[in-house]
């Protein structure tokens, strides 16, 4: 990890390569005190300049007297040549980082592989994870970095994706490598102290304090516990510390040099890096962005800097920035398609283009199935976007009235089904014609027809008319129509809008075309609502009629097709044989299309669990009242349970209130013309702090206004700008200790005491509580209500 100006190496290493032609011998010159060589800094061109000690003298031949300036010239002069074709490579290791790093690593580390068990979200992203290798396709709501870094390591070691992860408890069987799958998340786990450490470090905390940040990190029982299995979080922090770390780095790099486009680079990937693992990590993203405006806000006082360079600086970051970004959140999704090629379970989730385009998929399914729709179709029309499901139909009616006391149609219920179902199946009619079966010639539907949709099973035509929606008030009922020789006369008549009709020249397509049907009478469009039907419908999900169809919502396509015919089955087999074909290999569907179309997906299937017993509210995360069961031994009361450490957490809890209170009470009194702070002083204590209030502010609020179920480990990102922003409070107490006590050096001790004493605090429960992150420890029931500090903690007794 790199350091200040302040520290100093433990060790230093350097490779120099050089051509092989005779060289003059050159002495080492001093370096300037003020400049430190950074970690793994490559620089090309590195001079060495000489003192007058350390000069060479030599004899001149012909005058007999010693010219050290001639020749300490020549020497320079051979120097600047040679290094034309040099390379220096310095590396560089302080031993806090390696320090912090190892303890890290065995916390981590430490029987790894127990339990031999599933654990947790384990179920999820081990699956994911054998899916990868098997090649096999799955749809995840977040991107898939995490994911493929795990399969990675596991498939580096022979693993073939063979367990199944059926459910959490399931023993791991020998085929199984428990390390490797667990390997990636602990080893960002044992990365991230050392980061902290270097993050307090640049914003020029000292060192004790630096390497108390990174011990907190170590001993927090959460991150401990969240770093030792196949789960994301880990990845998730140690990339977003990583992108803070290093665009700490490159506000202070100068601009345009090598070094500020190196540091510039690895800031974007990794900040992009932690979108990619989840898409929390977008509000590192947010953060890194606001420091860097805040930075471009500080210059422009500068006089000494003119418009243009300014503006060429921010044009120069933003490139750089959204280069990166793209290259790095694209190539990970390019890896993504390209490994799961094959059909797998969740490919129902996608359009049916793009199922088609997998290998084993839809196009098996629907192998020989006409492609143009016509007069006499049979199909199934799917959802395109959002949840999947099908155009459905049955013989039950809308209830006479609703609880709400609004009266329906009576007529027979149209839903959105989510499986497969011979009640899916409708008929593609021309209002014109009375036959349903196509005919010789055929009469392709095209962009702008207007056709009747007659259900298969029942007989009934899709109809709707001017009755508020059972869930759905603002829009129309859709419904099969029944005669009941009253005054509702049928409506049946609709209008086939072809989204993309450029791709098929305007004509209707199955599983391509994403076609909008608008009823004639009234301009609504056919629409998914999302609402659920009660019982009376079966919990069906609800379709309705918008007269707002610019929705996504009301975009639909032919999944599955098949002619009406009641012929001979020759002349059947002959039409078959004539009509264009869905191909029976894979379609073909560029990187692009696959691409745009999964970041919708994600973005539409976000996870709606209802309820789960052990979900928590944000307002519960600060003082950890409730955690989570992850995994309880069969046989004992063995168990991992996550929970943090509470003495830092409620300590880190408290710093944000006496970092705002510092701050409240310096702006009153600076606006009294009372500058208590030096000006270098007061710019640290705003920088530092508000980096960390802002981080932390900007990982926690959003979940405020979040509406899906949360846990605990959803506030661990937040937690980890806690601890910084704690360790830069217990930093300015001492400042603020020297600057206003009058005997600071008796105060300054019994404050440090008291710091020990909390650190022991700090120790002692995680040591008392690290029996829940490990899960190796047998307890009894007596064990385990000890545990319990708080009521809210949900801790097991399996056996007595």
């Known amino acids: ?437 196509v005919d010789d010639e055929p009469d392709y539907i095209e962009h702008g027809d207007v056709v009747q949709l007659v259900h298969g099973v029942t007989s009934r035509a899709l109809n709707s008319h001017d009755v508020a929606s059972a869930m759905s008030p603002l829009c129309q009922e859709v419904s099969c129509y029944i005669d009941y020789n009253i005054s509702m006369s049928a409506n049946l008549l609709w209008r086939v809008e072809i989204l993309n009709g450029k791709e098929s020249k305007n004509k209707w397509h199955a599983i391509t075309s994403q076609v909008r049907l608008v009823h004639v009478n009234t301009t609504a469009a056919l629409k998914y609502t999302g609402e659920q039907l009660p019982d009376w419908g079966f919990n069906q999900f609800e379709v309705a009629a918008d007269r707002r169809q610019q929705t996504i919502d009301t975009i639909w396509n032919v999944e599955e097709h098949r002619y009406t015919q009641h012929k001979d089955k020759k002349d059947v087999l002959n039409k078959l044989l004539t009509t264009e074909m869905i191909p029976t290999e894979p379609t073909k569907l560029s990187f692009w299309s696959k691409f745009s179309e999964l970041q919708l997906k994600m973005l539409l299937h976000a996870d709606k669990l209802e309820s789960h017993m052990y979900s928590s509210e944000p307002h519960e995360w600060p003082l950890m009242d409730k955690g989570i069961a992850y995994w309880i031994d069969g046989e004992s009361n063995a168990q991992v349970h996550l929970l943090g450490n509470l003495v830092i957490w409620y300590s880190a809890t408290l710093a944000i209130l006496l970092y705002v209170a510092f701050m409240v009470f310096y702006l009153i009194r600076r606006r009294r013309e009372q500058y208590d702070l030096a000006p270098a002083e007061w710019d640290r204590f705003r920088l530092g702090g508000e980096i960390f209030l802002a981080g932390y502010l900007i990982h926690y609020l959003p979940y405020l206004f979040v509406e899906r179920t949360l846990f605990l480990y959803n506030y661990l990102p937040a937690l980890l700008f806690k601890v910084l922003l704690l360790c830069f409070v217990l930093d300015h107490c001492q400042l603020a200790l020297r600057k206003f006590v009058k005997q600071p050096r008796l105060v300054l001790g019994i404050y440090r005491a008291i710091v020990m004493g909390w650190f022991a605090g700090v120790v002692y429960f995680f040591q008392r509580y690290s029996v829940l992150s490990y899960g190796t420890t047998t307890l009894s029931a007596d064990d385990v209500l000890e545990l319990r500090l708080k009521d809210t903690w949900d801790l097991i007794v399996h056996k007595p």
């Open 1 to 437: 990890m790199d350091t200040t100006a302040s520290e100093q190496p433990s060790s230093t290493e350097t490779v120099t390569v050089r051509n092989r032609r005779p060289q003059k011998k050159q002495q080492k010159g001093s370096e300037d005190g003020d400049k430190r060589s950074k970690l793994m800094e490559t620089d090309e061109h590195e001079r060495l300049h000489p003192t007058a000690g350390d000069e060479p003298v030599a004899k001149c031949a012909n005058a007999g007297e010693t010219k050290p300036k001639e020749i300490g010239e020549r020497n320079a002069s051979d120097q600047e040549a040679d290094d034309r074709f040099s390379v220096s490579i310095r590396l560089q290791f302080n031993a806090a980082t390696v320090v912090l790093f190892l303890l890290s690593f065995l916390t981590r580390f430490y029987r790894i592989t127990h339990p031999r068990g599933v654990v947790f979200d384990e179920i999820h992203f081990g699956k994911f994870v054998s899916l990868y290798l098997k090649n096999t396709f799955y749809f995840d709501q977040h991107p898939p970095l995490g994911k493929l870094l795990i399969a990675g390591a596991a498939g580096a070691v022979g693993y073939s994706g063979s367990f199944e992860f059926p459910k959490i408890g399931s023993e791991y069987d020998a085929t199984v490598p428990i390390l490797a799958l667990r390997f990636v998340p602990a080893l960002c786990g044992s990365l991230l102290a050392p980061i902290v450490y270097s993050i307090l470090r640049q914003v020029k905390l000292g060192q004790g304090i630096s390497i108390l940040g990174g011990l907190l990190i170590i001993l927090d029982n959460a991150l401990l516990t969240h770093s030792r299995f196949i789960l994301m979080e880990s990845m998730l922090l140690f990339f977003a510390a990583l992108g803070i770390l290093t665009v700490l780095k490159f506000l202070q790099a100068e601009p345009f040099s090598v070094r500020w486009w190196t540091l510039g680079s690895i800031a974007s990937a990794s900040l992009t890096a932690a979108v990619c693992v989840k898409f929390v990590g977008f509000y590192s993203y947010l953060l890194a962005m606001y420091m860097i405006g805040r930075h471009v806000w500080m210059e422009l006082p500068d006089r000494r800097k003119t418009n243009a360079y300014i503006l060429l600086k921010v044009i120069a970051k933003a490139t750089l920035i959204l280069a990166v970004s793209g290259a790095v959140y694209v190539g990970c999704f390019y890896v993504h398609f390209a490994t799961l090629y094959k059909a797998g379970p969740h490919d129902n989730v996608m359009t049916s283009a793009f199922q088609a385009s997998l290998e084993g998929g839809l196009a098996s399914i629907t192998k020989g199935q006409p492609l143009r729709v016509q007069h006499g179709s049979q199909i199934t029309l799917k959802h395109t976007h959002g949840r999947v499901c099908w155009l459905h139909s049955h013989t039950h009616v809308y209830p006479i009235k609703y609880k709400d006391g609004r009266g329906s149609s009576h007529q027979q219920q149209v839903t959105c089904y989510g499986f497969k179902d011979v009640n899916n199946w409708w008929i593609v009619k021309r209002p014109n014609k009375d036959s349903l079966m």
